[in-house]
């Protein structure tokens, strides 16, 4: 499979020009933003939505497991809190 990705996300800003009877200090300047396009061709449109897709879903996968763990190790702290106080008592 032949993947040729080129991402240019450079924003160009061009101010209007007013002539100079219209130009003052209290008057807002006007700006003009254009982006260029992104490229992405790896087959067709579908296969690039399909492969967005797999990359957000295998990140969330990631992501709840990460916190699946975090909370399971805040479970234990707690339980070793739990036990040390009843100890201690």
């Known amino acids: 499979m032949d993947l040729e990705v080129r991402l240019d996300n450079v924003l160009e800003v061009n101010e209007c020009k007013l002539p100079a009877a219209q ?3 209290n008057s807002p300047k006007r700006f003009t933003l ?5 490229l992405i061709t790896i087959g067709s449109s579908s296969s ?5 897709i797999a990359e957000y879903y295998t990140a969330k996968k990631e992501y709840v ?3 699946k763990e975090n909370i399971l190790i805040q ?3 707690l339980k070793l809190e739990i ?3 009843r100890n201690l008592s």
């Open 48 to 52: 690039v939505r399909n492969i967005a």
């Open 83 to 85: 036990e040390k106080l």
């Open 23 to 25: 130009s003052s200090l």
């Open 75 to 77: 479970s234990e702290k």
């Open 65 to 67: 497991a990460a916190k």
């Open 34 to 38: 254009s982006s260029k396009k992104k």
